[in-house]
């Protein structure tokens, strides 16, 4: 079974704080993804990674950054948290085609306060 | 911006009884996938349908991909309590991207 293992299941930062969030796969997926999750709004693509060293921007990347030095680990940073990005964070993780299906990690839920 | 529409929002019903949940388009999509999520947890791959009106079955679910894969269809028979969760489907656009709808939540009453 495929599995993505998210760091935090929960987080609570300060306003201002760095904030990281790691997540690490174990089938050698090349593609990775993060998402927020808020009522109402449905899943949100914040970052993606095609490859190592690769990202690109997915729909809402303000405020954040990712990293992906190693094909397993792909993490998001968040550079001066806010309360706007208390959320439910969700890492996953495919093969190409898309259409095989994304795998999703346990999420993390951040608060900032 | 492609969409994909799920309805209903809210689906709250007897256990025992069937439902359908539908997820539209305007936009063709090479492939679609239904995934099921409980509170706190992240969404879980339930199937992936590829060609137009193929019908696929797992258990009690019956999923069905419209014939000109713009739509796709969700039906449950004898629903039970842990059939209670939040139904997204996506699916990968021309660009190789994969687009989510809000997803359907559904609450079986025991």
């Known amino acids: 079974d495929v599995k993505v293992t998210q760091s935090s299941r929960y987080l609570v930062k300060r306003t201002g704080e760095k904030v990281f969030l790691e997540c690490v796969q174990d089938?050698?997926?090349?593609?990775m993804f993060w998402y927020r999750q808020d009522p109402g709004l449905g899943l949100r693509l914040i970052y993606f990674?095609?490859?190592?060293?690769?990202?690109e921007k997915g729909d809402i990347p303000e405020g954040y950054s990712v990293s992906r030095e190693k094909k397993e680990r792909f993490s998001l940073i968040l550079e001066s948290a806010s309360t706007n990005q208390t959320s439910m964070y969700l890492c996953?993780?495919?093969?190409?085609?898309?259409?095989?299906?994304?795998?999703f990690g346990q999420g993390t839920r951040l608060t900032v306060v | 911006t492609q969409l994909l529409e799920q309805s209903p929002q809210f689906l709250s019903i007897q256990e025992g009884e069937n439902l359908t949940v539908y997820c539209n388009s305007s936009s063709v999509f090479s492939s679609l996938q239904w995934y099921r999520q409980e509170p706190g947890e992240g969404p879980v791959l339930l199937v992936t349908?590829?060609?137009?009106?193929e019908v696929k079955k797992l258990k009690r679910l019956t999923f069905q991909f419209g014939d000109a894969r713009k739509d796709s269809s969700l039906h449950i028979t004898a629903a039970q309590p842990g059939d209670t969760g939040l139904y997204l489907c996506a699916g990968e656009d021309r660009d190789d991207k994969i687009i989510f709808g809000k997803g359907t939540r559904l609450h079986i009453l025991p």
């Open positions: 990674s095609y490859d190592v060293k690769m990202k």
């Open positions: 089938m050698d997926h090349e593609n």
């Open positions: 349908v590829v060609t137009g009106g």
């Open positions: 996953a993780s495919s093969l190409l085609p898309l259409g095989q299906g994304v795998f």
